[in-house]
């Protein structure tokens, strides 16, 4: 019983000891971001001023002036930088990341959580059948004794794997339109959002394109990995041992699968925790109203309050998926055990 007890103890001490590095990890993501915001050689509001001023605005000198001086109160950029670095923090944690400039004055806050949704859909389910398809068929790659069918697979992988992801989208979307007749006219009106039934349907219908063309090349990465790691098991000597003892085929590839799963479940929490920073080259292709359209329109528009809100966002979610990492391996492998935990 005391045994037990000292285990949980030690067991609740790591957890906390992992949060709490959880917590670090975050504050430094979030002050590299700030930094890095504060380094650039502009700032929203020098640069609304000089565009006014360089189209010929009818606003006089003291005008422009006034406004600059109102732009700068207004994204906190006329205060010393220590007072402005606790304000970033201390706004951050009540979710208040300031207004946008290049969808000015909405809140970074309101963007960020209207185009969320939409990376979701689309990255997340991308990422699960990439992971689940990659792997299984990489451990039936490894364990089959169809040759021709396995030669197919690896060299449709590496035809497939150096082509460009933009050359596959506008293939796709050739097929698409030319070759299905498909209407392509979705993917240049906006979705107002809603929670009901047609709304969610909508958004895997605007998905499914750019998500097919996610998937075939994502899935390779997840088979080729899987497959190097079987081939490795398949050599180790237990698994030589079930084969002599004439374990059978789908005996041995269960094995193989458990064995190379935890480099495998490494990939596809880190892979999901990345649909919080969206895919800029897929999102503008499509014209997939989600959060890597909106982060080039914050690139290209030099609004660095919406580009920080992303990466702190990708920079939170990163570190959350470390942590569940971190506490879940037991779970997926028995033979890993927390710290002190018997």
Do not use: C
Request: aromatic fraction near 12%; hydrophobic fraction near 55%.
């Amino acid at each position: 019983m005391y045994m037990k007890l000292y285990s949980l103890k030690r067991f609740f001490s790591y957890i906390i000891k992992r949060f709490i590095m959880m917590v670090i990890m975050i504050w430094i993501g979030l002050t590299l971001s700030f930094t890095i915001s504060r380094l650039l050689p502009f700032n929203a509001a020098e640069y609304l001023v000089s565009q006014l001023a360089a189209v010929g605005s009818q606003l006089s000198a003291q005008d422009l002036e006034n406004m600059r001086k109102q732009l700068l109160s207004l994204y906190g950029l006329d205060k010393p930088l220590h007072i402005q670095y606790i304000d970033f923090l201390r706004n951050f944690i009540v979710g208040n990341m300031g207004p946008s400039f290049a969808y000015f004055p909405t809140p970074v806050k309101n963007i960020i959580v209207a185009a969320l949704p939409w990376s979701i859909i689309l990255l997340m389910s991308a990422s699960i059948v990439n992971w689940v398809t990659g792997n299984v068929i990489g451990v039936l790659a490894t364990t089959s004794r169809r040759r021709r069918v396995v030669g197919v697979l690896e060299n449709f992988a590496l035809i497939v794997m150096p082509i460009p992801y933009a050359v596959l989208g506008l293939a796709f979307l050739i097929v698409y339109a030319l070759i299905l007749k498909l209407p392509l006219t979705m993917y240049g009106r906006p979705v107002a959002m809603e929670l009901s039934l047609r709304f969610i349907l909508s958004m895997f219908e605007r998905a499914l394109v750019p998500m097919l063309g996610l998937v075939i090349v994502g899935w390779i990465g997840s088979f080729l990995s899987m497959k190097n790691l079987s081939i490795r098991l398949m050599q180790e000597d237990f698994i030589v041992y079930k084969i002599l003892q004439g374990a059978r085929d789908r005996h041995v590839r269960g094995m193989v699968f458990r064995n190379a799963l935890i480099p495998q479940y490494t990939g596809l929490v880190l892979s999901l925790s990345r649909v919080f920073v969206g895919s800029m080259l897929v999102e503008y292709l499509f014209n997939y109203p989600g959060i890597g359209l909106i982060l080039r329109s914050a690139v290209s528009s030099g609004d660095y309050n919406l580009m920080v809100g992303i990466i702190s966002i990708s920079v939170i979610a990163v570190a959350i998926a470390t942590f569940i990492l971190d506490t879940t391996y037991p779970l997926i492998d028995p033979r890993i055990r927390y710290p002190g935990a018997g």
